[in-house]
């Protein structure tokens, strides 16, 4: 029985185990999914208990993204354009090997309709979520990038990280509470945790004065998934903008990392039907 997890800080909202069983189920495997909660002070002691109870692969979510990194082995190249994980697969060595599923998971969520070629998009937040739809975002085709952050000072590493790994992008940054016109992004992605359930669920990264200034267009990207129809989706549909879901995203890395366990690829259909019940 495959022994799988998820570590990050707080877990309270995951559905992750829910997902990921309704994937080894679809494939013909059974596996347990534990929840383990892991604030970043014990990271360390978190990957010795790991290493000592035959884990076989686990999910790494925020705030261990980036931090995550320091402790593996190897890398596959998105988690190496990104610079951060979050998923790793436990090989028969003990040793750790790390992949960024979101930034595939980031980009299938995309409809092949939506032609961000030379466009502008916009990034609230600047973590490792932040990381991975930069890279998504360039492989789809953007010249600019925007970054909305609560403290510039701190988003400084990011900012020269990507700055290095994607110099035919245009990047800047902005402060959050002074957010400029919008109006040119084709796309704006909420990489924050604004929105979900437990953590400023009736709160929205952007002014509803900031949503009525676009255009119908305007792609809303909200990578919180629980709720599914956080407020800013929800504010975004009533103004008649395209919107995506963080659900998709979630099921799409999800299936990736099932893939990069097992070597199988899940029923992505069930696994969102186990993901919708849950929610």
Partial sequence: MLKLGIIGYPLG?????????????SIGLEGVYDIMETPPEELINRIKYIK???YSGFNVTIPLKVPMSLFLDDIDDYANIAGCVNTVKVNDDKTFYGYNTDIYGFKTAIPAEIDLKNRNASILGTGGAARAAVVGLAELGVNEIDFYTRNIINSKQTLDYVRGKFPEITFNVYQ???????????????STPIGMKGFMADQMPLEKEDLDKLTSDT?????????????????????????????????YQAQRSIEIWTGKSPDVNLMKIAALEAL
Avoid: F
Wanted: glycine share 4%; hydrophobic share 45%.
């Fill in 52 to 54: 000592a109870n035959n």
């Fill in 13 to 25: 909202h995951s559905i992750s185990a829910v997902i990921q069983k309704a994937g080894l189920k």
């Fill in 219 to 251: 792609v809303i990207y909200d990578i919180v998934y629980n709720p599914i129809k956080t407020i800013l989706i929800q504010e975004a549909q009533k103004r008649g903008l395209k919107t995506i879901s963080g659900l998709d995203m979630l099921i």
């Fill in 176 to 190: 959050i509470q002074n957010i400029r016109s919008l109006e040119h992004s084709s796309i704006i992605v909420n």
